[in-house]
């Protein structure tokens, strides 16, 4: 972490503070007692200028810096989806890309990839461990920094080198995947209005296609030729 302008200047005039009164002990001709306090007081003040900066840098921490991450910006969205549908999953992609730092949002029903929107990979994503952990405790995921993650290797087919990820469960069977420009890009009102479209998306989602089924063409007579056709993530 990265200290700002005032944080650095409090702590170099607190470290210089505190030097100069350790030189002024060291170098006096006589200590007495009005000069110990002196210093005494003296050092406090000089550690608590230092402390400032040191809470000043983590209260308002410097962004990290944007990673230049590979791949082109494209939208891939599943054919034969009920309009309604396609309608809330384009809307609500284009508000996370945004509105956030969202590079790439991925959404997954069933298993099947509904939207891939963003900057997308030539490879497919396929959701492994991380996903099925969020799945299964029907919570949020956030990983701040893949740098630090021992399972990062399972989003790189998501994009190369993607330093943030964060895993939204909806529904019994959906998911949603955003990956950000930068670590510790989310904030928590990014996280909250998440989670408040993947709620959107499980009515939306349990209303037209339901679980285990195919999806409910409104108006329309079902047919085996409807079926929508999946992207590869």
């Not at 209303?207 to 409910?216: E, H, L, M, T």
């Amino acid at each position: 972490m990265t200290a700002s302008i005032p944080a650095r200047i409090c702590l170099c005039s607190g470290g210089l503070a505190l030097a100069l009164v350790v030189l002024n002990q060291t170098t006096a001709a006589s200590i007495d007692p009005a000069l110990e306090r002196a210093a005494v007081l003296a050092s406090m003040l000089a550690v608590g200028l230092m402390l400032v900066g040191v809470v000043w840098t983590r209260a308002v921490p410097e962004a990290a810096a944007r990673v230049e991450l590979q791949g082109s910006q494209g939208l891939e969205l599943a054919a034969g989806l009920p309009a309604e549908l396609a309608e809330e999953l384009g809307w609500g992609s284009q508000m996370l890309l945004t509105a956030s730092a969202a590079a790439v949002v991925v959404v997954f029903w069933q298993g099947r990839c509904l939207l891939r929107r963003g900057l997308l990979a030539e490879t497919a994503f396929v959701p492994g461990a991380t996903c099925e952990l969020a799945q299964s405790r029907g919570r949020v995921v956030s990983l701040v920094d893949l740098r630090l993650y021992p399972g990062r290797s399972e989003f790189e087919r998501l994009s190369p080198g993607l330093p943030a990820v964060v895993v939204q469960p909806f529904g019994s069977q959906g998911l949603v995947v955003l990956g950000g420009w930068s670590p510790r890009c989310f904030s928590r009102s990014d996280l909250s209005w998440l989670e408040g479209w993947a709620r959107r998306l499980t009515g939306r989602m349990e209303g037209v296609w339901p679980i285990d089924g195919a999806p409910i063409q409104t108006g329309v007579a079902p047919s085996p030729d409807s079926a929508p056709d999946f992207p590869d993530c």
